[in-house]
């Protein structure tokens, strides 16, 4: 059954006497180790002795894992002397109108060692039936657990710039039939896996500036990154970026000539793409 908001529309589906009546002891299971005996301060004993009538939407919002802060803004301070430091539960005094009657029922709720709610509990029992009304009773049972992480399965193919590009250009017309047909390749395997994500870097060899390899690597990987979106690869799944000349796979030395420099630099001009997957 529902509750309206004011209380003065509210009924339990459960006797007026037998709240009154039923021991301020309940059994509970809390965080799986057996049975525990959760028992309640005399209601003679409260600091707000005459108690409050809770807003019900606030109760039903109550959960594991809520800090004091949030349980304060759903029912407010306790109502029991807890003391002060290191208090890991909290008392109420909650009142409620039946058939033109005031019924009280106690509240307990109780924290971990993170002061964070680690179970709520009523007495008389049926007061948690009538208030919480199914739904927000099963947020008192224990949190289901969290579904698994992820697997990312990552592959990195390293293309070399002189298949893709004319030397020294970066451009969607400069780039040379071979190196298309393989990108045109690699999207289409890309394109059957669900949710793949690609990373595109492009990279330069040490010759020249490093201002001009930065953008010239940059240049490159958007290159790719278009042609990559014009085979149907969504382009919120595609980043692309320069590395210029600062990850080199080889090193060669200067005393080879600017002829055999070159060609030993070969490999670290490159693009590399790596297609991220989750299972």
């Known amino acids: 059954m529902k509750f309206p908001k004011t209380f003065q529309a509210l009924s339990f589906p459960f006797a007026l006497a037998a709240l009154l009546s039923a021991p301020a002891t309940v059994h509970a299971r809390s965080g799986g180790d057996g049975p525990i005996d959760i028992r309640f301060p005399s209601p003679e004993t409260a600091v707000v002795k005459e108690g409050a009538f809770p807003n019900i939407d606030n109760l039903r919002n109550m959960a594991h894992g809520l800090s004091k802060k949030q349980v304060y803004a759903l029912v407010g301070t306790p109502h029991f002397d807890e003391g002060v430091f290191g208090v890991r539960e909290w008392d109420y005094l909650l009142k409620f109108r039946v058939d033109g009657q005031v019924v009280t029922c106690q509240y307990k709720v109780l924290?971990?060692?993170d002061y964070r709610v680690s179970s709520m509990h009523w007495a008389p029992d049926g007061c948690a039936d009538a208030v919480l009304d199914g739904p927000v009773r099963q947020a008192e049972a224990a949190p289901p657990a969290p579904a698994p992480a992820p697997v990312v399965t990552s592959r990195t193919t390293r293309l070399s710039s002189e298949a893709l590009f004319a030397f020294g250009k970066s451009g969607l017309a400069d780039m040379l039939p071979d190196g298309r047909s393989e990108l045109r390749h690699l999207a289409d395997g890309i394109k059957r896996e669900s949710g793949a994500t690609i990373r595109v870097v492009g990279h330069a060899d040490r010759i020249g500036d490093a201002a001009s390899n930065l953008q010239l690597s940059t240049q490159r990987a958007q290159t790719?990154?278009?042609?990559?979106?014009?085979?149907?690869?969504?382009?919120?799944?595609?980043?692309?970026?320069?590395?210029g000349d600062s990850s080199p796979?080889?090193?060669?030395?200067?005393?080879?000539?600017?002829?055999?420099?070159?060609?030993?630099?070969?490999?670290n001009r490159r693009v590399e793409l790596t297609v991220d997957s989750y299972n």
Not at 224 to 243: K, M, P, W, Y
Not at 251 to 264: F, H, W, Y
Request: charged share 30%; aromatic share 2%; net charge positive.
């Open 224 to 243: 790719i990154r278009r042609v990559l979106i014009d085979e149907g690869i969504s382009a919120n799944a595609i980043t692309a970026r320069g590395a």
């Open 111 to 113: 924290y971990d060692r």
């Open 249 to 267: 796979v080889i090193e060669c030395p200067d005393s080879l000539g600017r002829k055999r420099l070159v060609a030993c630099l070969q490999p």
